[in-house]
Nanobody, 127 residues
């Protein structure tokens, strides 16, 4: 089993920034590609970004490119999501997830492919 614990969520004003963190344990972190998803109130879970095992390659949802950046530190078993220019519609619970495969394409957007999930961290963006 891999345990994933997100942190860094909170309340931020529109236009602000947040960096989410996800700490992994229990498995060899570098064996897993990582992803971030989110689920807003009354919405289905939505793909945000994914990153390859080494961190060299990343894939971000088209609608979020330029504002969201995913990164990882394999020495610390951490994955991050940097969010800038936040909008009220970014309000959601954000989840990190682990998957052995990475394609850097729309394949990564399928939540059913991910093996492990964190409990989520709430991000609220006020207008």
């Amino acid at each position: 089993q891999m345990q994933l614990v997100e942190s860094g969520g909170g309340l931020v004003q529109a236009g602000g920034s947040l960096r989410l963190s996800c700490a992994a344990s229990g498995r060899t972190f570098s064996d897993y590609a990582m992803g971030w998803f989110r689920q807003g109130p009354g919405k289905k879970r939505e793909f945000v970004a994914s990153i390859s095992w080494s961190g060299i390659s990343t894939y971000v949802a088209d609608s979020l490119k330029g504002r969201f950046t995913i990164s990882r530190d394999n020495d610390k078993n951490m994955v991050y999501l940097q969010m800038i220019s936040l909008k009220p519609e970014d309000t959601a619970v954000y989840y990190c997830a682990a998957d052995r495969t990475y394609t850097g394409s729309t394949w990564d957007e399928d939540a059913t492919l991910y093996d492990y999930w964190g409990q989520g961290t709430q991000v609220t963006v006020s207008s």
